[in-house]
């Protein structure tokens, strides 16, 4: 599975947007890129996920680069209860049923009044 | 949909007692469920996948005879951290997969004394 690369924490003024980065410069060509987000004490939250094209959902948009090699999660109104542990997470391609999620550090994002 | 629940959300223990940890799927079948640990500002790492009807695969690192794994129907797979010792206090998350999705339970916390 291809590594990721976050910053290990972010801040960002409630209201504004938060444009998390990720750096996959190994990903292959049929790996999707996935964003979980923890918040404290609690299991991980599925927020969004792509495979080339950039996506948006209630929660956020994913913007990826063209040739793929990173990517930016954007809130784009955090609020207090977006305080969370954000990961960014390159997984195998859908089907046969072997969705094993590797987690790496995450970015810690801190919303501030 | 997809709900995923876990049980009890928190157990304390003496130190070489046996502990089970529920996970199931409320309102889904999983053919696959995972377990994952997670200790004090770490990130989640994955201990095992849990397959209906079959032996469980453990992760490199993991003692497959000290945390036992049954998962005995599409809807339970059940943990049971044997001769638990103070260093196996952490906090254990499932996760269960569901149209090559993955959703997470809460998260039980185990401390041993």
């Known amino acids: 599975d291809a590594k990721t690369t976050q910053p290990p924490s972010m801040d960002c003024a409630e209201g504004r947007a938060a444009n998390l980065p990720c750096n996959h410069s190994t990903i292959s060509g049929n790996e999707y890129v996935y964003w979980y987000r923890q918040i404290h004490s609690q299991g991980p939250q599925y927020i969004i996920h792509?495979?080339?094209n950039n996506e948006t959902n209630e929660m956020a948009s994913l913007i990826i680069t063209e040739d793929r090699k990173s990517s930016t999660l954007i809130l784009p109104h955090a609020t207090l209860r977006d305080t969370a542990v954000y990961y960014c997470i390159v997984r195998p391609p859908r089907g046969g049923g072997y969705n094993k999620l590797i987690f790496g550090a995450g970015t810690r994002l801190a919303v501030h009044p | 949909g997809a709900v995923v629940s876990q049980h009890p959300s928190r157990v304390i223990c003496k130190s070489g007692t046996s502990v089970k940890i529920e996970c199931r799927s409320l309102?889904?079948?999983?053919?696959?469920m995972f377990w994952y640990r997670q200790f004090p500002k770490q990130s989640l790492m994955l201990m095992a996948t849990?397959?209906?009807?079959?032996?469980?695969?453990?992760e490199q690192g993991v003692e497959k005879d000290k945390f036992l794994i049954n998962h005995a129907s599409l809807t339970l797979s059940t943990l049971t951290v044997t001769s638990a010792h103070p260093e196996d206090s952490s906090f254990y998350i499932c996760?269960?997969?569901?149209?090559?999705?993955?959703?997470f339970g809460p998260g039980t916390r185990l401390t041993v004394l």
């Open positions: 792509g495979l080339k």
């Open positions: 996760s269960a997969s569901f149209r090559d999705e993955q959703f």
């Open positions: 309102d889904f079948q999983a053919t696959t």
């Open positions: 849990s397959n209906e009807g079959s032996k469980a695969t453990y």
